[in-house]
């Protein structure tokens, strides 16, 4: 009833790693696979036999069911196998996309004068201050009519909270509009 060809190496088994000893493998009456141990043993609870296509078929014997004359009681190899559990490693996380560079920050903060946390209040007294001197009517230079034409560009975008919000993140003025 059983062969030697009958017999291939362990596949693992219920979270196992292969073992690599020779099992048989059998067809339960569900149609699921079952490794077997290769030799009958006397204490098994599975019967095994070949059925008329010469496929190795198995059951659970029990008190209803006892073992049959032809069939073979066998210990199913889930139980003495000695593989390692296999433990599941989850799979590597995506690669993160590339970081944007972080926006050149302070421009404007630098022109007026005060730091990046500095209040409302700050910036406007910042900007009154630096108005005073940098005027055309004070000072005729004509370096110094650019200078006070970008202090008041910074002025506009840092004294609005939304303008002043979309410049810290991005490190642009926002698009006039």
Same mark, same amino acid.
């Given at each position: 009833?059983?062969?030697?060809?009958? &017999?291939?190496?362990?596949?693992?088994?219920?979270?196992?790693?292969?073992?690599?000893?020779?099992? +048989?493998?059998?067809?339960?009456?569900?149609?699921?696979? &079952?490794?077997?141990?290769?030799?009958?043993? $006397?204490?098994?609870?599975?019967?095994?036999?070949?059925?008329?296509?010469?496929?190795? +078929?198995?059951? +659970?014997?029990?008190?209803?069911?006892?073992?049959?004359?032809?069939?073979?009681?066998?210990? $199913?190899?889930?139980?003495?196998?000695? @593989?390692? &559990?296999?433990?599941?490693?989850?799979?590597?996380?995506?690669?993160?996309?590339?970081?944007? $560079?972080?926006?050149?920050? @302070?421009?404007?903060?630098?022109?007026? @004068?005060?730091?990046?946390?500095?209040? +409302?209040?700050?910036?406007?007294?910042?900007?009154?201050?630096?108005?005073?001197?940098?005027?055309?009517?004070?000072?005729?230079?004509?370096?110094?009519?650019?200078?006070?034409?970008?202090? @008041?560009?910074?002025?506009?975008? &840092?004294?609005?909270?939304?303008?002043?919000?979309?410049?810290?993140?991005?490190?642009?003025?926002?698009?006039?509009?």
């Amino acid at each position: 009833m059983l062969s030697p060809s009958d &017999l291939k190496a362990c596949q693992g088994s219920k979270g196992k790693l292969p073992c690599g000893k020779q099992v +048989r493998w059998t067809r339960s009456e569900s149609g699921a696979q &079952l490794a077997v141990d290769p030799a009958p043993h $006397p204490d098994g609870n599975t019967a095994v036999w070949r059925d008329v296509h010469r496929v190795l +078929r198995s059951r +659970r014997i029990t008190e209803d069911e006892p073992i049959a004359p032809w069939e073979k009681r066998m210990t $199913p190899h889930a139980a003495t196998c000695t @593989g390692k &559990l296999r433990v599941e490693v989850p799979p590597p996380p995506p690669p993160r996309p590339p970081r944007r $560079p972080e926006p050149p920050t @302070g421009h404007l903060y630098d022109l007026l @004068g005060v730091a990046g946390t500095a209040s +409302r209040d700050d910036i406007t007294r910042a900007y009154r201050r630096l108005a005073r001197q940098l005027h055309p009517d004070v000072n005729p230079d004509p370096a110094v009519r650019t200078r006070f034409q970008e202090i @008041g560009e910074a002025y506009h975008v &840092l004294s609005d909270s939304g303008r002043r919000q979309a410049y810290d993140l991005t490190g642009r003025p926002p698009r006039a509009g």
